[in-house]
């Protein structure tokens, strides 16, 4: 079964720019989360879905950033307007067991750099 | 604040010798622990779980060993090999609200030297 896939890869905008970040979960997962990974942070946790209904966003930075999951096989994070300080690799992720002991799989991850 | 914390960015060891990586969490709330490995420009990868009524579980070569009276776990790898060169991402859950989400360190990149 292929992997968390996440697009695109690399992306390089200016400050003011939107940036829509894309992820498909792998399939039969109905939890879907979105991190983000910095130097000074690690991996942070920014918003996590369950069965396509967000469950906790207490970690999206500030009203610049939005994550939409219309069904269970695609998600979106946005940030609008992007800053420099938005440069990071957001990673979405996906499992199936709840209760926090399920593996998280994780995708190649997206490297945003806004200039 | 963070919870969970890896206090050595860093560590560097000789092939064939032990890694020892650290990590400690404040919330008592949390009792699932698990390490991740990353691999440069690849997203993080299961690598070793506990659950906190166990001190000590084993696969292969690592070696994850809990004590939850000081809130700290270690893995363990042995015998080091170059491929184990990456960066490994502690990271720990907890029952309730917060069960479903995973709350990771800030990384502790390993070089194993030939």
């Known amino acids: 079964d292929a992997g968390v896939i996440q697009s695109p890869r690399h992306e390089v905008t200016e400050m003011g720019q939107e940036v829509t970040l894309r992820c498909k979960p792998i399939?039969?997962?109905?939890?879907l989360f979105w991190y983000r990974q910095t130097m000074m942070r690690g991996l942070e946790l920014l918003i996590y879905?369950?069965?396509?209904?967000?469950?906790?966003d207490s970690g999206m930075p500030e009203d610049r950033f939005s994550a939409k999951m219309p069904n269970a096989s695609f998600s979106t994070l946005k940030i609008q307007p992007s800053e420099p300080r938005d440069s990071a690799v957001y990673f979405c992720?996906?499992?199936?067991?709840?209760?926090?002991?399920?593996?998280?799989?994780f995708g190649e991850g997206s490297r945003l750099t806004v200039l | 604040d963070q919870q969970v914390k890896q206090n050595s960015p860093s560590l560097s060891v000789q092939e064939g010798r032990i890694s020892i990586l650290n990590c400690d969490y404040t919330?008592?709330?949390?009792?699932?622990f698990l390490w991740y490995k990353k691999y440069p420009a690849e997203g993080p990868t299961f690598l070793i779980s506990i659950s906190s009524i166990k001190d000590k579980n084993e696969d292969g070569r690592f070696t994850v060993f809990l004590n939850k009276s000081a809130k700290h776990l270690s893995l363990h790898i042995v015998p080091s090999q170059p491929g184990d060169s990456a960066v490994y991402f502690c990271a720990a859950s907890g029952w309730g609200a917060a069960g479903n989400k995973l709350t990771f360190g800030g990384g502790t990149r390993v070089l194993v030297k030939p």
């Open positions: 879905f369950n069965n396509n209904v967000p469950i906790d």
């Open positions: 919330n008592s709330m949390f009792d699932y």
């Open positions: 992720a996906s499992t199936l067991l709840a209760g926090g002991t399920g593996e998280l799989f």
């Open positions: 399939s039969g997962h109905d939890y």
